[in-house]
């Protein structure tokens, strides 16, 4: 994607949808956490319809960890690998009470040092919970860096420093919203939508698929 494109391509996708967030459900950074740490491997529908009913009884670090493991399973099992998810989830739980006084902390190495916690479900929290600049590279954000020439990289980290390069400080926080709602509604693996693509002019992929 030419650099001349880049900011027309993040400003229509601002027009369309000015305040984007996440569509996992969440009222604090720790619930957020949680529902990251749940959400890999599993939709954001499925992992809300489990946490709304967790984060009702267990909305702080503190009174998760007083589930205790059968507990949080019982609350968590309908959503994929959710034994060593749950795992992961109650240790966490224990270190923010025991390091971070049940607080979440804001670095990225305090976040990783977390169970289950790695450079991508970091990103999403500094990100979406305390409003940094970061990527956090997924397989939509993978995708569509890719196929628009917009942050093309072979790995996610190649890609999220690229995006670091070429995303303008004004687009810097929301980004990567948009980014993934743009894969996962429009910019589809297996077809993308470039009929209706609002960004289709700025974009490098060539075979543009027709509409049905």
């Excluded at 027009?15 to 996992?24: C, K």
């Excluded at 009884?57 to 968590?76: C, D, K, N, Q, Y």
């Excluded at 929290?125 to 990527?135: A, I």
Aim: a positive charge; aromatic letters at 8%.
């Amino acid at each position: 994607m030419k650099k001349a494109f880049i900011e027309p391509f993040f400003a229509t996708l601002k027009a369309a949808n000015p305040q984007p967030n996440t569509e996992l459900e969440y009222t604090s950074v720790f619930e957020l956490l949680a529902a990251v740490l749940l959400s890999a491997q599993a939709t954001d529908v499925g992992v809300n319809k489990a946490t709304r009913r967790l984060f009702a009884v267990a909305p702080t670090p503190e009174r998760m960890f007083a589930l205790g493991l059968e507990g949080l399973e019982s609350h968590i099992k309908t959503i994929g690998l959710y034994r060593s998810k749950a795992r992961h989830l109650l240790e966490t739980c224990r270190l923010l009470v025991e390091r971070h006084g049940g607080e979440v902390p804001r670095t990225r190495e305090a976040l990783e040092a977390l169970p289950g916690v790695g450079r991508k479900t970091a990103n999403v929290v500094l990100n979406v919970g305390f409003g940094e600049p970061t990527m956090a590279v997924d397989t939509h954000i993978f995708r569509v860096s890719n196929r628009t020439g917009l942050a093309p990289g072979k790995t996610p980290l190649a890609v999220e420093m690229q995006l670091l390069k070429r995303v303008p400080a004004e687009y810097a926080v929301d980004s990567h919203h948009w980014l993934i709602l743009h894969g996962r509604y429009v910019c589809q693996a297996r077809k993308p939508q470039c009929w209706h693509c609002s960004v289709a002019s700025y974009c490098d992929f060539k075979p543009k698929t027709p509409a049905p």
